[in-house]
């Protein structure tokens, strides 16, 4: 959790002295989410996500410096620079890329999953997705085609409160995003989304029920940014206090504050963890500003598939 | 004439043996669509297949096009060879998002970590008396698309043969089966299998003038040059099998030694795919055009129910024979 926040802090200085450009969707305040839901995958297990996926991509495992090299658009890049930060992709950790079309993923994720069942894998992908995905048609067509397949899905739904700057209330007749799943007629709970162990408890109760062929099971997690939707945005939409009170909740202040009561660490081991991870960013971003860029000789490649002849 | 290695059969009957064949030949492959198991097929081309192969393989789906198109692309990134049938070229329209913000786009956005082995066919065109929500000839706008290799099968061969060639591409391929063809009957050997799915063909040689067509329009146009030949003009007939990747090299040897093109497109006529093939003309071959390029395409309406407006808005014989005139002055 620690290594997202600050590798999207560090995000935030570079995209203010242009280091890097595009739209960067950031994690910060959702962390525990992406942390507790890989704590119940497998290395054979996929992950669709969606365009604010640093968080997802590091809580993979996708090393720092390939995602710092694709922020800058460089070809050590985790997608060769074509992607950027809504387009993380890496395939060898069944990490099947940010997709920046509200619910496009989805459909994907169930693809995936279908595949795994006609071939007899036992495995579970998951398929995050925002509150703000409730609202296609994309997501009530792949609610029912998981369910009716009984498909080995594990549905995230990260509700932060805000599709973008339009409140949940404002856009969904139901709010409790759990209850409009279990019409779907697939096992949906909500869980405290910044409570990082309540999450891992949760995911791998339903990756079990997933892999063990139980169908797919949807995971509400209620979660808040902290930040704008994309770098900056003047926040017309929310509150000032009800941010505040958000922000008091920190999943990774929360963690600490568990574990320091617990005696498992202390605010020197801490800050020794920090510093480290401090490090580790800081040569990342040196590496990328030093990589090489894709040539432009390379520019309509990867659009088909190398040929034979 | 029929030999002892060739048979009597219909473009229905060929596609559905192609199907067949992929089906026993590669258990990756599957077919996914509306109402494809136990209706047989809204045109009837997978009828008998759920008995032969299982519900697994195939699939019927609820009316969920951009669900089932979108999990046929992840079923391809699992290691599976969807078949993705769509009933028409109009509803395609609600699976867009998935054809061109998934299916071309995964391989470059994810730097070449991933390519997507689907197959969609889907049935297009006008004709039937079907008005405006079931008639349209979209693939122009699919030809558009980076990524996608487009065809049109207009013979019982290409109906036989490019299925499987289509299956076996890294990328995903998009197959627009025009309506009006499904009943067109004929002989086909026997031993009919894979054709090529990168060039065009000529369907008909001569030398005044070159026909440019492809899918619904094929017949048109062939039946153009019949007429043109009684009147001392021989006309080339080109079918252009592969809408995307064009094969410019097949079009422009034709042209530049007929000197005249008419090209032949049921799509409208402004944006159509006759423009693009127009513009590769005027491009590569200027100097040794005689006459402007002509396009015969569709009126620029929604298609209309009535048989008399209908006829009216698509191309016909008459025009196509009227533009080759033109040409020839």
Same mark, same amino acid.
């Given at each position: 959790?620690?290594?997202?926040?600050?590798?999207?802090?560090?995000?935030?200085?570079?995209?203010?002295?242009?280091?890097?450009?595009?739209?960067?969707?950031?994690?910060?305040?959702?962390? #525990?989410?992406?942390?507790?839901?890989?704590?119940?995958?497998?290395?054979?297990?996929?992950?669709?996500?969606?365009?604010?996926?640093?968080?997802?991509?590091?809580?993979?495992?996708?090393?720092?410096?390939s995602?710092m090299?694709?922020?800058?658009g460089?070809?050590?890049?985790?997608?060769?620079?074509?992607?950027?930060?809504?387009?993380?992709?890496?395939?060898?950790?069944?990490?099947y890329?940010?997709?920046?079309?509200?619910?496009?993923?989805?459909?994907?994720?169930?693809?995936?999953?279908?595949?795994?069942?006609m071939?007899?894998?036992?495995?579970?992908?998951?398929?995050?997705?925002?509150?703000?995905?409730?609202?296609?048609?994309?997501f009530?067509?792949?609610?029912?085609?998981?369910?009716?397949?009984?498909?080995p899905?594990?549905?995230?739904?990260?509700?932060?409160?805000?599709?973008?700057?339009?409140?949940?209330?404002?856009a969904?007749?139901?709010?409790?995003l759990?209850?409009?799943?279990?019409?779907?007629?697939?096992?949906?709970?909500?869980?405290?989304?910044?409570?990082?162990? #309540?999450?891992?408890?949760?995911?791998?109760?339903?990756?079990?029920?997933?892999?063990?062929?139980?169908?797919?099971h949807?995971?509400?997690?209620?979660?808040?940014?902290?930040?704008?939707?994309?770098?900056?945005?003047?926040e017309?939409?929310?509150?000032?206090?009800?941010?505040?009170?958000?922000?008091r909740?920190?999943?990774?202040?929360?963690?600490?504050?568990?574990?320091?009561?617990?005696g498992?660490?202390?605010d020197?081991?801490?800050?020794?963890?920090?510093?480290?991870?401090?490090g580790?960013?800081?040569?990342?971003?040196?590496?990328?500003?030093?990589?090489?860029?894709?040539?432009?000789?390379?520019?309509t490649?990867?659009?088909?598939?190398?040929?034979?002849? | 004439?029929?030999?002892?290695?060739?048979a009597?059969?219909?473009?229905?009957?060929?596609?559905?043996?192609a199907?067949r064949?992929?089906?026993?030949?590669? =258990?990756?492959?599957?077919?996914?669509g509306?109402?494809?198991?136990?209706?047989?097929?809204?045109?009837?081309?997978?009828?008998?297949?759920? @008995?032969?192969?299982?519900p697994?393989?195939?699939?019927?789906?609820?009316?969920?096009?951009?669900?089932?198109?979108?999990?046929?692309?992840?079923? $391809?990134?699992?290691?599976?060879?969807?078949?993705? =049938?769509?009933?028409?070229?109009?509803?395609?329209?609600?699976?867009?998002?998935? /054809?061109l913000?998934?299916?071309?786009?995964?391989?470059?956005?994810?730097?070449?970590?991933?390519?997507?082995?689907l197959?969609?066919?889907?049935?297009?065109?006008?004709?039937?008396?079907?008005? %405006?929500?079931?008639?349209?000839?979209?693939?122009?706008?699919?030809?558009?698309?980076?990524?996608?290799?487009?065809?049109?099968? %207009?013979?019982l061969?290409?109906?036989?043969?490019?299925?499987?060639?289509?299956?076996?591409?890294?990328?995903?391929?998009?197959?627009f089966?025009?309506?009006?063809?499904?009943?067109?009957?004929g002989?086909?050997?026997e031993d009919?299998?894979?054709? @090529?799915?990168?060039?065009?063909?000529?369907?008909?040689?001569?030398?005044?003038v070159?026909?440019?067509?492809?899918?619904?329009t094929?017949?048109? %146009?062939?039946?153009? %040059? =019949?007429?043109l030949?009684?009147?001392?003009?021989e006309?080339?007939?080109i079918?252009?099998?592969?809408l995307?990747?064009? @094969?410019?090299?097949?079009i422009?040897?034709?042209?530049? $030694?007929?000197?005249?093109?008419? /090209? +032949?497109?049921?799509?409208?006529?402004?944006?159509?795919?006759a423009? =693009?093939?127009?513009?590769?003309?005027?491009?590569?071959?200027?100097? @040794?055009?005689?006459?402007? +390029?002509?396009?015969?395409?569709?009126?620029?309406?929604?298609?209309?129910?009535?048989?008399?407006?209908e006829?009216?808005?698509?191309?016909q014989?008459?025009?196509?024979?009227?533009? $080759?005139?033109?040409?020839?002055?």
């Amino acid at each position: 959790m620690l290594l997202i926040r600050q590798f999207e802090e560090k995000c935030v200085e570079l995209y203010s002295a242009s280091e890097i450009r595009g739209f960067v969707h950031l994690y910060i305040g959702e962390e #525990a989410v992406a942390v507790g839901v890989n704590q119940a995958l497998g290395p054979d297990d996929a992950i669709v996500s969606t365009y604010r996926e640093h968080g997802h991509a590091l809580a993979r495992g996708i090393p720092v410096e390939s995602v710092m090299a694709e922020m800058y658009g460089k070809a050590t890049g985790c997608s060769h620079g074509r992607g950027g930060s809504m387009h993380l992709f890496d395939v060898a950790r069944r990490f099947y890329g940010g997709n920046a079309i509200v619910g496009g993923g989805l459909p994907l994720a169930i693809g995936l999953a279908l595949a795994d069942r006609m071939r007899g894998q036992s495995r579970v992908t998951a398929c995050f997705f925002g509150d703000g995905a409730v609202a296609e048609g994309e997501f009530h067509e792949c609610m029912n085609l998981a369910a009716l397949w009984s498909l080995p899905v594990l549905f995230c739904c990260e509700n932060n409160l805000y599709a973008m700057g339009t409140a949940l209330a404002r856009a969904q007749a139901q709010t409790d995003l759990a209850v409009r799943a279990a019409t779907y007629g697939m096992p949906s709970w909500p869980v405290d989304g910044m409570d990082v162990v #309540a999450i891992e408890q949760a995911a791998c109760r339903a990756a079990e029920a997933v892999r063990s062929g139980a169908g797919p099971h949807f995971l509400e997690l209620r979660t808040y940014r902290f930040r704008a939707h994309s770098m900056y945005d003047p926040e017309l939409y929310r509150d000032k206090a009800e941010v505040q009170e958000w922000k008091r909740r920190d999943p990774i202040e929360a963690l600490a504050g568990r574990m320091r009561a617990a005696g498992e660490i202390d605010d020197e081991e801490l800050a020794a963890i920090g510093s480290d991870l401090a490090g580790q960013i800081t040569r990342a971003v040196e590496a990328a500003a030093a990589a090489p860029l894709e040539p432009v000789e390379d520019l309509t490649r990867f659009v088909y598939s190398p040929r034979s002849s | 004439m029929t030999t002892p290695s060739a048979a009597k059969t219909t473009y229905r009957e060929a596609m559905r043996a192609a199907l067949r064949e992929a089906l026993q030949r590669d =258990e990756r492959v599957f077919l996914m669509g509306e109402d494809v198991g136990r209706y047989g097929g809204c045109f009837a081309v997978s009828l008998g297949l759920l @008995d032969e192969f299982g519900p697994e393989r195939i699939r019927d789906t609820p009316l969920s096009e951009s669900a089932f198109v979108g999990a046929g692309i992840g079923a $391809a990134l699992g290691g599976m060879r969807p078949v993705v =049938e769509i009933m028409t070229v109009n509803f395609s329209l609600l699976a867009l998002d998935q /054809i061109l913000n998934n299916a071309a786009t995964l391989q470059h956005m994810s730097g070449g970590q991933i390519n997507v082995p689907l197959v969609i066919r889907m049935t297009t065109g006008a004709g039937r008396q079907l008005a %405006a929500q079931h008639s349209h000839s979209l693939e122009g706008w699919y030809a558009h698309i980076p990524g996608l290799r487009i065809l049109a099968p %207009a013979t019982l061969e290409d109906a036989r043969g490019m299925l499987w060639t289509a299956l076996e591409d890294p990328d995903p391929v998009l197959i627009f089966e025009h309506g009006s063809l499904y009943n067109l009957a004929g002989v086909l050997a026997e031993d009919a299998g894979a054709v @090529d799915i990168d060039s065009a063909a000529i369907r008909r040689p001569g030398q005044d003038v070159t026909l440019i067509a492809y899918g619904g329009t094929l017949g048109k %146009a062939m039946a153009a %040059a =019949e007429e043109l030949s009684g009147d001392g003009i021989e006309a080339e007939v080109i079918d252009l099998r592969t809408l995307r990747p064009l @094969d410019d090299a097949t079009i422009l040897t034709s042209v530049t $030694a007929s000197h005249r093109a008419v /090209i +032949v497109d049921e799509g409208w006529r402004s944006g159509s795919l006759a423009a =693009e093939v127009s513009a590769r003309i005027m491009e590569q071959a200027f100097y @040794d055009l005689d006459a402007p +390029v002509e396009r015969v395409c569709s009126a620029e309406v929604p298609m209309p129910y009535p048989r008399h407006l209908e006829d009216a808005a698509l191309p016909q014989v008459p025009r196509i024979v009227a533009a $080759a005139r033109r040409t020839v002055g």
